[in-house]
């Protein structure tokens, strides 16, 4: 095969805000560069097909599973991990919601849980439990039985659609 | 568990997608989302020497409507589908179906051709294209075909599609006036594959359907039209007696979800579901 072809693929992209430039092997999927290369290691890799959703970031504003994506395919894109989305303080009520509702014990799954649950906050502000389950069911929990991770959740969208009143 | 070593080629459109195939022979693989090939290929299943990212052609994104014909380009992604307007308008049953595909995370970037190309025979895209009488349009060097949904998938993991030819669009008849289309399936976990789903239209009249599909899906080693259970409602037959023609229709076997015994009574059970949805009177009998 020609030049067209290669193993080994230079990338530019943002992580978490911050310009970076890499040449990654094709093979590399997300969550390990971000890992490996990067030494991100929020997120986790569970499964690494796509069934358990520990890998959960978020590339252009949507959420995807990091295992399922090559890092080259992340060349040009905006990614955000937990260390990323702590540092800027966006879902620092939902990690606070998480702690008092008891929504974390072993911690594997919780900045995939994260990524979902915000994402899912990002679009429907008033989610109903269901609707809240339905939107993690591809995040496994070995720990919590989902129950707090809900709690919490419910609790984070009751204190955001208040505190637009609340600071009238 | 990790992919082998494998080289890499970023396709810039069509035309390059497919003089970088033939460059690369035909054991390289497309990558469109990667939400099934990249799981196959961490898990080792199949030998891969190449990869040509056909993820960012901008001619196989977008949809649109013209002339009675809703066209959906192949990138177009299960999320994109899920909350689209023209689709809603045109296709229900698309939007009806795609919260039923995999997860959040996996809808925003698993797309239409993928799915169609990848032709599992649990997936809920293949048994809606048959259900809406879809054309799948496919590009190859030589030029285009338009394969009609029913002769396209030929059987477990396999379609028409042929060695360099790359899937480009579907084209589904918008939905006339009076008809419905409805999805229904019964999955372990949300998310999960269906152990069991059927996607169907039908035109209510005089307390029957006319022109009835029903494009089952889980039960067999590709999607299947019930030919025996369509005739007998497009007779204004009665439910039950369709029902019953489905013991000919179908031939499930057992998998690890079901047995077949089960995927049969699971069929009957999503008829029923399917034509209360289709015609609300004919359910109530
Ligand atoms: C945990 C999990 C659960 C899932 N659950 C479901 C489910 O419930 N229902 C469901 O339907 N799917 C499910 N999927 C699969 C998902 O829908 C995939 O997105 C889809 O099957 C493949 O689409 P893709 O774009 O990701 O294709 P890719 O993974 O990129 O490609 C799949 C195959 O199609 C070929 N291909 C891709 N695009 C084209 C094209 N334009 N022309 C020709 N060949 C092409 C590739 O070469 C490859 O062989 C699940 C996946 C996972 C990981
Ligand atoms: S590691 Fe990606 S889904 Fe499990
Ligand atoms: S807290 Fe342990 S897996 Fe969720």
Redesign the pocket.
């Known amino acids: 095969m020609t030049t067209a072809f290669s193993e080994s693929v230079g990338i530019a992209l943002r992580v978490n805000g911050e310009p970076v430039s890499a040449r990654v092997e094709a093979r590399r999927h997300l969550i390990d560069f971000l890992r490996l290369d990067l030494g991100l290691t929020g997120a986790h890799a569970g499964c690494e097909?796509?069934?358990c959703g520990a890998c959960t970031v978020q590339v252009d504003g949507l959420i995807v599973r990091g295992c399922?994506m090559l890092a080259v395919q992340a060349d040009g894109c905006d990614v955000w991990t937990i260390e990323g989305q702590s540092d800027t303080g966006a879902i620092r009520d939902l990690q606070d919601a998480f702690i008092a509702r008891n929504a974390l014990q072993c911690g594997f799954c919780t900045p995939g849980m994260l990524a979902a649950c915000a994402d899912l906050l990002a679009h429907d502000p008033a989610p109903s439990r269901a609707v809240i389950r339905e939107h993690i069911s591809g995040n496994y929990c070995r720990c919590t039985g989902y129950e707090a991770i809900v709690d919490a959740v419910e609790q984070v969208a009751a204190r955001r659609g208040a505190s637009p009143r609340a600071a009238e | 568990m990790k992919p082998a070593p494998l080289a890499y080629a970023r396709a810039s459109d069509l035309g390059h997608a497919l003089a970088l195939w033939r460059e690369a022979g035909p054991d390289a693989?497309?990558?469109?989302?990667?939400?099934?090939?990249?799981?196959g290929l961490n898990l080792r299943l199949a030998d891969v020497p190449a990869l040509i990212d056909?993820s960012r052609i901008e001619s196989?994104c977008g949809l649109g409507c013209e002339g009675g014909t809703l066209r959906i380009g192949?990138l177009t992604t299960?999320a994109e589908i899920g909350r689209s307007e023209p689709v809603a308008r045109h296709a229900p049953l698309l939007t009806e179906a795609a919260p039923?595909?995999?997860h959040p995370a996996?809808r925003t970037?698993?797309?239409l051709?993928?799915?169609l190309?990848?032709a599992?025979p649990?997936?809920?895209?293949p048994a809606c294209m048959l259900a809406l009488d879809a054309v799948i349009v496919v590009q190859s060097e030589t030029g285009e075909r338009r394969i009609p949904a029913a002769d396209f998938f030929l059987g477990l993991f396999e379609t028409a599609?042929q060695p360099f030819e790359?899937?480009v669009a579907v084209e589904i008849p918008v939905i006339a006036a009076g008809r419905r289309q409805a999805i229904r399936e019964l999955a372990r976990r949300s998310?999960?594959?269906?152990m069991a789903g059927l996607a169907a239209a039908g035109t209510p009249s005089d307390g029957g359907l006319r022109d009835v599909t029903l494009a089952y899906f889980g039960l067999g080693s590709t999607a299947i039209l019930a030919a025996g259970a369509m005739r007998i409602l497009d007779q204004g037959g009665d439910l039950e007696d369709a029902c019953a023609a489905l013991d000919d229709d179908l031939d499930p076997a057992d998998d690890l979800q079901a047995s077949a015994t089960m995927k049969r009574h699971l069929a009957k059970v999503l008829l029923r579901r399917v034509v209360a949805a289709l015609s609300p009177v004919m359910s109530t009998a």
């Open positions: 097909h796509g069934v399922l | 693989r497309l990558i469109a989302g990667g939400q099934s090939l990249v799981a056909i196989l192949a299960h039923l595909i995999a996996i970037r698993g797309t051709g993928g799915s190309a990848y599992d649990a997936a809920e895209w599609l790359i899937l998310g999960d594959y269906a």
